[in-house]
Each structure stands twice: as structure tokens, then as C-alpha cells.
């Protein structure tokens, strides 16, 4: 594990997930030019990756992640514990079970997801709504409007092992944006993390009558 500041950074990054050079200035009691420097190094060395997040008004903010190599520096006993899991329940009981256990934490998603969007009036709310639950699940999640159709993003995959092990996880997820939006709206994933993408993305438009 990296030493001094440089570990700082990366133990918070670690702990947080995704974070700004002002946040991380702000609590490690640096100015925010020396946490773009220590940020600036740590992306030369491969450890770290910058995402542009359109957030509304103003202008665009820059949040940091690990990246692979990044992440290495920390032991992922939660993703081998997870994808363990999986594969014992598959050797015990079946790959139904599985598809059970999936199928029961969609059906949860689904519930707070709709409860938060309860007084969501259009689309675009819906969306905004959507893109805090995820990105406060690690998902660093955005919205775009582009040709006349909505881009939903996930820019980072926070059950990527599990999601690799089992595929069922990002049906699942699919199904969710679908019933979420409603039948006037078609979602369809255009760009897959898991096929060699750099993040999510989803295309939401009119549905044809």
C-alpha cells in the first residue's frame, strides 16, 4: 500500500468510491491543487481514473476512481466472498435458486426505486431521481438528452464479479429500467461493461406505437 499522502488519496477513493479533488483536499487539509497533483501522479501510475459528471447548472465536475490496478492495492475478499457464494449455491441447489435469489432482489430494487419516484411527473425526473439512487449505490450514475433521446450512464460497476459470474444480476437490472420507465418508453443497452466497454450506458426513447 502506497505511503503519505498518496495513500490518503487512495484509501478515501477506496472508502468512497468515487470523489472530487475539492472533496479530497478538503479532507485531508490540502488545497485542492495538491490533491490534483497527488491525483494527477496516481493517474501517470495507472492507479487512478477521471470521470466528467454533468450534475445540472454549472459546470461539470471531475471525479476520481481507482482504476484495476488501482484497486489491487486493496485485498477484494467481498467480491471472491460474493462470487463463492454464488457458486456454492449454484453446486447445492441449482442454478434456479440462483435465478431466485436474483429474481427476489429485483423485486426489492424495484419497489424503492418506484416509491422514490412515486411524484416523478415526467421522464426527466424519473431520471434524476434514478441517477441519485444509483450513484449513492456506487454506480457513478448520469443522464443525457442526445438527438431527441435520453442516455441513461453508469459509469462504474460496483457487483462487476458478481454481475461476470452470474449475468443474471444485469438482466435483472434491464428489467428494472424497463418497468421503471413505463410502456411509453423503450430501454435498450447500447454499451456493456462486461463486453469491454468503459461503463453502461442505456437508450431510452419513445416507444413506436
Not at 501517470?44 to 492495492?73: F, I, Q
Not at 463463492?84 to 435469489?101: P, Y
Not at 439512487?133 to 464479479?161: D, Q, S, V
Request: hydrophobic share 40%; aromatic share 6%; with cysteine.
Amino acid at each position: 500500500m502506497e505511503k503519505g499522502q498518496t495513500g490518503k488519496i487512495l484509501m478515501l477513493l477506496k472508502m468512497r468510491g468515487q470523489a472530487t479533488a475539492q472533496l479530497l483536499a478538503g479532507e485531508m487539509g490540502i488545497t485542492k491543487e495538491g490533491a490534483r497533483k497527488h491525483l494527477l501522479n496516481l493517474a501517470a501510475d495507472g492507479l487512478v481514473a477521471s470521470t466528467v459528471v454533468s450534475e445540472g447548472v454549472g459546470r461539470p465536475s471531475t471525479y476520481y476512481t481507482l482504476t484495476d490496478k488501482g484497486l489491487a492495492k486493496f485485498p477484494d475478499t467481498h467480491a471472491d466472498v460474493t462470487v463463492q457464494l454464488l457458486q456454492s449455491v449454484k453446486k447445492l441447489l441449482g442454478a434456479n435458486a440462483v435465478d431466485l435469489l436474483i429474481n427476489d432482489r429485483e423485486a426489492q430494487v424495484l419497489a424503492t426505486y418506484t416509491k422514490a419516484m412515486e411524484k416523478a411527473a415526467t421522464l426527466e425526473q424519473k431520471l434524476k431521481i434514478l441517477v441519485r439512487k444509483r450513484t449513492e449505490e456506487g454506480y457513478m450514475a448520469e443522464w443525457k438528452k442526445e438527438k431527441g433521446n435520453y442516455l441513461f450512464i453508469e459509469n462504474h460497476c460496483p457487483i462487476c464479479a458478481a454481475a461476470q459470474e452470474c449475468q443474471g444480476f444485469c438482466r435483472s437490472e434491464l428489467q428494472v429500467f424497463r418497468q421503471l420507465m413505463g410502456a411509453e418508453y423503450t430501454v435498450q443497452r447500447v454499451a456493456y461493461i462486461l463486453e469491454g466497454d468503459q461503463r453502461c450506458v442505456y437508450k431510452i426513447e419513445k416507444a413506436v406505437p
